[in-house]
């Protein structure tokens, strides 16, 4: 029979109120520690200024994981508290005076710089809601709900992206003292050994946990406290056992312990240059961390050794101090820059470091050093804590009035909203009021919307299916609701077109093809006979980015992309029984397509943007042979269900030999291939024209 007093070290002792004490050798302060800290922002900043130098520099985060989890546990395991409340006071003072003057700092610059520069568009909400989030610890999960990858293009512009780290840290800090007290709080006892057992434990769960993740949700993976919990918990667990390894360390001749922590320097150097971000964080999160801690080991246990020095040299140690300013500005600076003049030369790119530098030796010293360093403050740990929490609610309700505030905040000519965002309804003749109601739908959203006119009658449907395309249209089926007192049913998942014609539904991405079986399942048994189906979709391959933007957008009419024969058939089974139940179905036509996206480069301080370079305008020829293969399968779906009606907006949108994203002085489109809301207008008779011969 099996023993279980094994398992005695896992169960959670008591709670008592007093003798909270884990005696262990106390650590003072170590200069390389700052040093290592040093290393990490400088990587960070490194792979974020887009030099291409440090492929793996994103990385550094994760040494500054396991040095928060080392310094964390090194600051209280050696502390005595007469209970649990001071223990808490205590432990939650010290973090809010660490974290939270400067993050209120910059996080309110950054929203008032972002309200002025950054252009009002769909993207600067989540951006908006992404700092608020910074600012109550929440910013990874919020992430994670709008499945925005680290590594993706939107992601590049969200100037609060980089607080998800933050997040991490600030959810094992709710975490840690929980366990510390449930493992020390007995009395007269050594909570080493619990200690040492709970975090192994969690750390186990937490990398197994991190490997299923990475390979089934990565952006989880990336950015939850369950899946990074071991890189601190690695942190914690050296702070507890500092004894056992500082001893052997210490026993090494001085060529073993020089040799041992330059290997370990070479590997966090070598996790730098080459960490693979399509599988991060497992297995690429173990060689950073491995490294880190083996340094902390070195660093600590021998600081005469030869990389100890170098990272005690005072330089080097004044840049680890000044880290969390460095770290914290360093994003919005780049991120500002992006939208405005750009981060691609040697001159802007330098502009950047000078202005984080600037911003985070300001914030160190007249906001991060006052706070820490206060006599009055560090004997008022309960004053800190309230403190601390009104100043958070005082931020937050700051920031959010900076964000309601754009339309007038704002310097960019998109804040104009009658011509540039596609979400408000044209204006009509009749004055008839639109209601919206939207409402998730596999994974994607369903949108409805019904005329105030048109109350108690029976009328048409027009179902939507397509992707961010078909949501630009909005403005457009509004108006012909409130014009004809028809209803709009749009299902959308942005990224996902529905019949693209070049590639079968079927053979999308699973989440794509999952939404679109879901769509015309749906749509199939409601659809009547004179409903309408109309299908928006991108269908023609972009140049560059829809976001990032490029300054080498291509000018070549290929990719081409091939003609399906599995796509037509996909779609002509789909439609042809929807035809003979008297259903019509609408294909649109492509739109002309751009290099560079109008919304960001309408103003005085974005125009010079290299993301702007390729300009607004496309030659006819250029255009049809890029569109080539889509309408080739639009042509032979038609052949094959004849029924079927083609809507060719680019007849209007593009009447002459050269396309162009402006008509006189406005833009017809937003981005380089979504339309505008003026755009929107100067279609509307021509889709009301094409509805009144259905």
């Given at each position: 029979?099996?023993?279980?007093?094994?398992?005695?070290?896992?169960?959670?002792?008591?709670?008592?109120?007093?003798?909270?004490?884990?005696?262990?050798?106390?650590?003072?302060y170590?200069p390389?520690?700052?040093?290592?800290?040093?290393?990490?922002?400088?990587s960070?900043?490194?792979?974020?200024?887009?030099?291409?130098?440090?492929?793996?520099?994103?990385?550094?985060?994760?040494?500054?994981?396991?040095?928060s989890?080392?310094?964390?546990?090194?600051?209280?395991?050696?502390v005595?508290?007469?209970?649990?409340?001071?223990?808490f006071?205590?432990?939650?003072?010290?973090?809010?005076?660490?974290?939270?003057?400067?993050?209120?700092c910059?996080?309110?610059?950054?929203?008032?710089?972002?309200?002025?520069?950054?252009?009002?568009?769909?993207?600067?909400?989540?951006?908006?809601?992404?700092?608020?989030?910074?600012?109550?610890?929440?910013?990874?999960?919020?992430?994670?709900?709008?499945?925005?990858?680290?590594?993706?293009p939107?992601?590049?512009?969200n100037?609060?992206?980089?607080?998800?780290?933050?997040?991490?840290?600030?959810?094992?800090?709710?975490?840690?003292?929980?366990?510390?007290?449930?493992?020390?709080?007995?009395k007269?006892?050594?909570?080493?050994?619990?200690?040492?057992?709970?975090?192994?434990?969690?750390?186990?769960?937490?990398?197994?946990?991190?490997?299923?993740?990475?390979?089934?949700?990565?952006?989880?993976?990336?950015y939850?406290?369950?899946?990074?919990?071991?890189?601190?918990?690695a942190g914690?667990?050296?702070?507890?056992?500092?004894?056992?390894?500082?001893?052997?360390?210490?026993?090494?001749?001085?060529?073993?312990?020089?040799?041992?922590?330059?290997v370990?320097?070479?590997?966090?150097?070598a996790?730098?240059l080459?960490?693979?971000?399509?599988?991060?964080?497992?297995?690429?999160?173990?060689?950073?961390?491995?490294?880190?801690a083996a340094?902390?080991?070195?660093?600590?246990a021998?600081?005469?050794?030869?990389?100890?020095?170098?990272?005690?040299?005072?330089?080097?140690?004044?840049?680890?101090?000044?880290?969390?300013?460095?770290?914290?500005?360093?994003?919005?600076?780049?991120?500002?820059?992006?939208?405005?003049?750009?981060?691609?030369?040697a001159?802007?790119?330098?502009?950047?470091?000078?202005?984080?530098?600037?911003?985070?030796l300001?914030?160190?010293?007249?906001?991060?050093?006052?706070?820490?360093?206060?006599?009055?403050?560090?004997?008022?740990?309960?004053?800190?804590?309230?403190?601390g929490?009104?100043?958070?609610?005082?931020?937050?309700?700051?920031?959010?009035?900076?964000?309601?505030?754009?339309?007038?905040?704002?310097l960019?000519?998109?804040?104009?909203?009658?011509?540039?965002?596609?979400?408000?309804?044209?204006?009509?003749?009749?004055g008839?009021?639109?209601?919206?109601?939207?409402?998730?739908?596999?994974?994607g959203?369903?949108?409805?919307?019904?005329?105030?006119?048109?109350?108690?009658?029976?009328?048409?449907?027009?179902?939507?299916?397509?992707?961010?395309?078909?949501?630009?249209?909005?403005?457009?089926?509004?108006?012909?609701?409130?014009?004809?007192?028809?209803?709009?049913?749009i299902?959308?998942?942005?990224?996902?077109?529905?019949?693209?014609?070049?590639?079968?539904?079927?053979?999308?991405?699973?989440?794509?093809?999952?939404?679109?079986?879901?769509?015309?399942?749906?749509?199939?048994?409601?659809?009547?006979?004179?409903?309408?189906?109309?299908?928006?979709?991108?269908?023609?391959?972009?140049?560059?980015?829809?976001?990032?933007?490029?300054?080498?957008?291509?000018?070549?009419?290929?990719?081409?992309?091939?003609?399906?024969?599995?796509a037509?058939?996909?779609?002509e089974?789909?439609?042809?029984?929807?035809?003979?139940?008297?259903?019509?179905?609408?294909?649109?036509?492509?739109?002309?397509?751009?290099?560079?996206?109008?919304?960001?480069?309408?103003?005085?301080?974005?125009?010079?943007?290299?993301?702007?370079?390729?300009?607004?305008?496309?030659?006819?020829?250029?255009?049809?042979?890029?569109?080539?293969?889509?309408?080739e399968?639009?042509?032979?779906?038609?052949?094959a269900?004849p029924?079927?009606?083609?809507?060719?907006?680019?007849?209007?949108?593009?009447?002459?030999?050269?396309?162009?994203?402006?008509?006189?002085?406005?833009?017809?489109?937003?981005?380089?291939?979504?339309l505008?809301?003026?755009?929107?207008?100067?279609?509307?008779?021509?889709?009301?024209?094409m509805?009144?011969?259905?």
């Open positions: 029979m099996a023993d279980w007093r094994v398992f005695q070290p896992f169960r959670l002792p008591r709670f008592w109120l007093s003798g909270l004490q884990l005696d262990a050798l106390p650590l003072g170590i390389a520690i700052d040093g290592l800290r040093a290393v990490a922002v400088l960070v900043i490194i792979f974020h200024l887009g030099v291409g130098w440090l492929p793996g520099g994103f990385v550094g985060v994760d040494v500054f994981f396991i040095i989890g080392f310094v964390v546990a090194a600051s209280v395991k050696a005595r508290f007469d209970g649990i409340g001071q223990f006071s205590f432990f939650y003072a010290r973090r809010i005076r660490r974290i939270v003057p400067a993050l209120v910059c996080v309110l610059v950054t929203a008032l710089f972002s309200a002025l520069l950054i252009p009002v568009v769909f993207l600067s909400q989540t951006n908006e809601r992404t700092g608020i989030a910074a600012l109550v610890g929440l910013s990874n999960l919020y992430l994670i709900f709008i499945g925005n990858d680290y590594f993706s939107s992601v590049e512009l100037p609060f992206t980089h607080t998800w780290s933050l997040a991490v840290e600030e959810q094992f800090y709710i975490l840690f003292p929980l366990l510390w007290f449930a493992c020390v709080s007995r007269n006892t050594d909570g080493r050994g619990r200690v040492f057992s709970y975090f192994c434990v969690l750390s186990l769960l937490s990398i197994i946990l991190c490997i299923i993740l990475t390979y089934w949700y990565r952006v989880a993976a990336f939850l406290i369950f899946s990074r919990f071991w890189e601190l918990g914690v667990l050296l702070a507890v056992t500092v004894v056992a390894w500082s001893g052997v360390i210490r026993r090494l001749p001085t060529w073993g312990s020089d040799a041992g922590a330059m370990a320097f070479l590997a966090l150097a996790a730098f080459f960490a693979d971000e399509a599988r991060f964080p497992f297995p690429w999160a173990l060689l950073p961390v491995t490294a880190t340094l902390i080991c070195f660093v600590t021998r600081p005469d050794c030869g990389v100890a020095r170098a990272l005690s040299w005072r330089p080097v140690v004044y840049v680890g101090r000044t880290s969390y300013s460095l770290y914290l500005w360093h994003w919005p600076v780049f991120v500002l820059l992006k939208w405005t003049v750009g981060l691609d030369t001159a802007s790119q330098l502009s950047g470091l000078a202005m984080t530098v600037l911003f985070a300001t914030t160190y010293h007249l906001v991060e050093q006052p706070f820490r360093r206060s006599v009055r403050l560090s004997g008022r740990s309960g004053m800190v804590v309230a403190g929490a009104l100043g958070l609610i005082a931020a937050i309700a700051v920031t959010f009035g900076i964000n309601q505030s754009k339309s007038w905040l704002s960019s000519e998109t804040r104009r909203a009658d011509i540039w965002l596609p979400i408000k309804a044209l204006d009509t003749a009749n008839c009021g639109v209601q919206s109601e939207q409402e998730a739908f596999a994974r959203e369903r949108l409805l919307m019904t005329a105030d006119c048109a109350k108690g009658v029976s009328r048409r449907v027009i179902y939507v299916l397509g992707d961010s395309h078909a949501i630009a249209y909005r403005p457009l089926l509004a108006a012909v609701v409130a014009n004809s007192g028809d209803e709009v049913a299902y959308r998942k942005s990224g996902c077109p529905f019949f693209r014609m070049t590639i079968a539904n079927a053979d999308a991405s699973v989440a794509c093809a999952r939404f679109a079986a879901a769509a015309v399942e749906d749509v199939t048994s409601r659809a009547k006979s004179g409903d309408v189906v109309f299908l928006p979709s991108l269908r023609v391959p972009r140049f560059a980015e829809e976001w990032r933007g490029s300054a080498n957008a291509s000018s070549k009419s290929e990719p081409r992309e091939p003609l399906s024969s599995r037509v058939a996909e779609a089974k789909t439609f042809a029984p929807l035809v003979a139940r008297g259903v019509r179905i609408v294909v649109e036509a492509p739109k002309p397509l751009f290099k560079a996206a109008p919304f960001r480069c309408s103003d005085w301080f974005n125009a010079s943007n290299p993301a702007c370079r390729p300009g607004f305008d496309l030659g006819r020829a250029e255009f049809e042979q890029r569109a080539l293969p889509a309408r399968a639009i042509d032979k779906l038609v052949e269900v029924a079927i009606v083609v809507w060719n907006p680019s007849a209007v949108l593009c009447p002459r030999d050269v396309c162009s994203a402006f008509s006189d002085g406005r833009p017809l489109f937003f981005d380089g291939d979504h505008s809301r003026y755009g929107n207008a100067v279609l509307l008779p021509s889709f009301e024209a509805l009144a011969t259905l």
